[in-house]
């Protein structure tokens, strides 16, 4: 089984704001996935970043999203910005695979499903933000497409504690639920 750990939307302009801000650093968001992170490249399994961003006008996004279109002209989620990157605490390697979308899906209009198949992938390890939004589309969409999915549920954050545990309830019909501590990375 071979495993990619794709860690979604830990980027310095979501990180930064509350909710979101408040709940990362209560739950230890960012040391939790730092710490499986480095047991996934000890491992050498591949790592994926994916990342929210737009260009500066926001024609990406899509046109009815009350979600994107609350961002615009906030100078927020920019590409090429420093708000757009990967959070220091798990700056990528040269070798980890970096992933622009720009909607809630990591899969939809990226080269996700590409890289999956690239590295001959049956296991994904999720991480990220927001538990409701794209770590849930990526827990679904993985499961539909076949993976076995990984979920790390302390490495997930929402914007509330019942918003997050609803939907860790919810995702636990597709996925395995796991804590940083518990995962392992299966190779072959």
Request: a negative charge; hydrophobic letters at 45%.
């Amino acid at each position: 089984m071979s495993s990619l750990y794709l860690i979604i939307d830990l980027i310095n302009d979501l990180l930064a704001h509350e909710p979101m801000k408040d709940q990362v650093a209560r739950r230890h968001i960012l040391e939790n996935s730092a710490h499986v992170l480095m047991k996934a490249r000890a491992a050498g399994v591949p790592v994926a970043h994916v990342r929210v961003a737009f260009s500066g006008d926001f024609a990406e996004a899509p046109a009815a999203s009350p979600l994107f279109s609350s961002f615009k002209g906030s100078g927020l989620l920019q590409l090429g910005s420093s708000g757009a990157a990967v959070h220091p605490a798990l700056a990528p390697c040269p070798a980890d695979i970096d992933i622009v979308k720009h909607g809630v899906s990591p899969f939809i209009g990226t080269s996700l499903d590409a890289q999956i198949a690239r590295l001959g992938v049956t296991q994904l390890y999720v991480s990220g933000i927001s538990t409701t939004l794209a770590v849930s589309s990526a827990v679904r969409e993985g499961h539909d497409r076949g993976l076995a999915v990984t979920l790390i549920e302390d490495t997930c954050a929402a914007h509330d504690d019942a918003d997050h545990a609803l939907e860790i309830r919810m995702l636990s019909q597709l996925c395995t639920i796991i804590s940083a501590a518990e995962a392992t990375f299966d190779r072959s």
